[in-house]
């Protein structure tokens, strides 16, 4: 069973696609030519777009291949929304042309849409997979997107991997509790400063029940957020949404909220900092921080020694392949 991600039309008609049961493309609107092959679809693609560069034709001509042949019944989709949510369901037909399907493309597929789900549940690499703007594409992380929909996954290599990955990062985590409070929160500064976060000034200290950090998170000079940071090293308990609330009502007004803890958040603040209505709160759960902090580690131990911070580094050795020493 393969995963894939297919857009539309990056979150426009996806709740077209929920109502209709179905899952499509476009590319040849107007020509009802069922393709057969992907040289089929090659030809009529260079017929419909023939001044295209080689790289567009062979990206594009990709995408509908995966369409129409790689895809198959059974497998499942991911379809984003225009916001966090990710509405996920399996196929349930092959390819069929319908130009009277309330949606402005017309080879679709029937696809029983299942349930809907925040990104922020998965993995940092698999949430960056997302981000590609691609329309129609494959993902790697199957055994993950398929555990979150509550289905038994067999024993193959890539859950053997996920398995190992599980291990990494408890075991990087062991390492982590070992630090303080402010020890913990001084190693959040640096890894969000590797990702362009600027912080402009810290807030209260250890134990404080508000913002501890804000700052400007400069995204490669294409974006600039107004970003305010909670830290919370707790390892047992999990954040509730009290916290978030008051997260949210510390927030200065055209500032973002991002919290940030080893433990894990109740369902209700999940809920809090997803809802439409209120000022949105990035949540970073233990295992979302850790996956963050080993994607930067070479970053965050390089600016950990620019700032004489040598014990602190000291602390955060790992043989390579971030296992613990």
Not at 57 to 75: L, P, S
Request: glycine letters at 8%; proline letters at 3%; aromatic letters at 10%.
């Amino acid at each position: 069973m393969s995963v894939f991600i297919i857009r539309a039309d990056y979150g426009r008609y996806t709740a077209t696609f929920k109502e209709k049961s179905v899952a499509a493309i476009g590319w040849f609107e107007g020509h009802s030519t069922m393709p057969t092959n992907k040289q089929e679809i090659e030809e009529m693609y260079n017929q419909v777009y023939p001044n295209q560069t080689k790289m567009q034709k062979a990206v594009n001509i990709g995408q509908i291949n995966r369409f129409m042949f790689e895809m198959k019944i059974g497998d499942v989709l991911l379809c984003p929304y225009d916001n966090d949510i990710l509405l996920i369901g399996e196929v349930l037909s092959d390819v069929y042309y319908d130009s009277s399907n309330g949606l402005p493309w017309s080879y679709c597929r029937k696809v029983n849409w299942l349930m809907e789900i925040s990104r922020s549940t998965y993995s940092v690499p698999l949430q960056n997979t997302l981000r590609s703007m691609q329309t129609v594409f494959k993902i790697k992380q199957e055994a993950e997107v398929l555990k979150s929909m509550g289905r038994t996954v067999d024993d193959t290599p890539i859950v053997s991997s996920a398995f190992e990955v599980e291990k990494l990062i408890e075991k990087i985590k062991e390492r982590l509790l070992e630090l303080d409070a402010y020890e913990f929160e001084l190693l959040v500064s640096y890894v969000l400063q590797s990702l362009g976060f600027e912080a402009k000034q810290r807030q209260g200290g250890t134990g404080d029940g508000g913002v501890d950090f804000e700052g400007v998170l400069n995204v490669m000079g294409v974006a600039k957020i107004q970003l305010q940071v909670q830290v919370k090293r707790y390892e047992q308990a999990s954040i509730g949404e009290r916290d978030i609330r008051n997260l949210r009502g510390a927030l200065k007004t055209g500032h973002q909220g991002c919290f940030i803890t080893l433990s894990t958040f109740q369902k209700r603040a999940k809920e809090s900092a997803e809802d439409p209505e209120k000022t949105p709160i990035r949540l970073i759960d233990g295992k979302g921080f850790i996956e963050i902090f080993t994607e930067q580690y070479e970053k965050v131990m390089d600016l950990l020694l620019e700032e004489d911070q040598e014990d602190l580094a000291s602390k955060l050795k790992f043989r390579k392949g971030l296992l613990p020493e």
